[in-house]
């Protein structure tokens, strides 16, 4: 079966630098994102890359890079800048048909890695 393992976070002072990576396992998809969601509010996306190039949300544009390594079918997620409204659970997500900035659009998630930014 899918499997996508997000690892990497941890406790970060603001304007520091994280790196999270989503190994994915079982298939190879064409299309990652990268999701977040802080206690009380809904899924936001982040980032997301695909064959055609990657796109990155406006609150993390410029600070946040996703990227991947095919070789190790590892997805990542370079995080610059840190602001204390990073803080959140991110995830990676995949699927068979995953298109677009909505939940909704991914099949597969990963566990779940907590960023914390402390001010």
């Known amino acids: 079966q899918v499997q996508l393992v997000e690892s990497g976070g941890g406790l970060v002072q603001a304007g520091g630098s994280l790196r999270l990576s989503c190994a994915a396992s079982?298939?190879?998809?064409?299309?990652y994102a990268w999701f977040r969601q802080a206690p009380g509010k809904e899924r936001e996306f982040v980032a997301a890359i695909s064959w055609s190039g990657s796109r990155h949300s406006d609150s993390v544009k410029g600070r946040f890079t996703i990227s991947r390594d095919n070789a190790k079918n590892t997805v990542y997620l370079q995080m610059n800048s840190l602001k204390p409204e990073d803080t959140a659970v991110y995830y990676c997500?995949?699927?068979?048909?995953?298109?677009?900035?909505?939940?909704?659009?991914?099949?597969?998630w990963g566990q779940g890695t907590q960023v914390t930014v402390s001010s």
């Open positions: 997500a995949s699927g068979t048909t995953a298109w677009g900035e909505r939940s909704s659009g991914y099949d597969y």
């Open positions: 079982g298939r190879t998809f064409s299309r």
